[in-house]
Structures are given as structure tokens and as C-alpha cells.
């Protein structure tokens, strides 16, 4: 049986779609709420050995825009760590991770292939 875990925030419309996903397809799952739980630090450091910064953040978002563009600029994977932990909402929801494979975002048949 594959552990399965799932980060995001309770109240975003992908989060439910994706949990709403895995429930009715009987996964079991934990699931990490940032706003409740933050991030640490080796999280996001092992996350990055899986996917480049400009895939874990979502640089589509908000949370992304408000951002300086001092902020935005020279970013490696040190500076992606430190935008994250200080603003979790960065990073792009849901990432799924199911046992040591990383994924991000929810389509439906990328579950599906997952899960298969």
C-alpha cells in the first residue's frame, strides 16, 4: 500500500477537487494544510531535488504578483525556499506525493495514471 500525502490549503477550489478525488476513488491520504501546519525547510529542499522552483512555485498566483520584483529576480533554489517558507501560498497546490514520487497540480488522468 502506497503512503500517500497531499499539501495544499483547506479552502482552494483544486485542494477539493483533488481530495474530493482521492476519496471517491477509497485512497487513503494525509493531508498537510499550510496555513495550519506551515512548511519546513527540508520539505521544500527534497521537493526541489524533484522539481524545478519554477514548477513548485506558482508564478501565476497572487501571491506571486504582489511579490518585488527584487524578490522575483536571481532566484536558484536557495532563494525559492526562502520566498516559500515566508509565503506558502506560493507554492503551486496541490503536491501530491505518493511514496517517494512528487506531483503537482490535479488533473484528473494524471490521478488516474497514478493510481493505476
Known amino acids: ?5 497531499i499539501y495544499g490549503i483547506k479552502n482552494c477550489n483544486t485542494m477539493k477537487k483533488a481530495m474530493t478525488w482521492l476519496e471517491e476513488h477509497n485512497i487513503e491520504f ?7 501546519l506551515g512548511i519546513d525547510e527540508n520539505s521544500l529542499k527534497n521537493w526541489l531535488e524533484k ?15 504582489k511579490l518585488s520584483e527584487e524578490a522575483k529576480q ?10 516559500m517558507l515566508e509565503n506558502t501560498s506560493l507554492i503551486k497546490r496541490p503536491v501530491l506525493i505518493v511514496d517517494d514520487a ?4 490535479f488533473k484528473d488522468e494524471i490521478y488516474q495514471t497514478i493510481f493505476n
Open 51 to 65: 522539481a524545478p522552483w519554477d514548477e513548485l512555485i506558482n508564478r501565476r498566483g497572487t501571491t506571486w504578483r
Open 30 to 36: 494525509q493531508f498537510h494544510d499550510y496555513k495550519k
Open 102 to 105: 512528487l506531483y503537482l497540480g
Open 74 to 83: 536571481d532566484i536558484d533554489n536557495d532563494k525559492a525556499v526562502q520566498l
Open 1 to 5: 500500500m502506497s503512503t500517500v500525502q
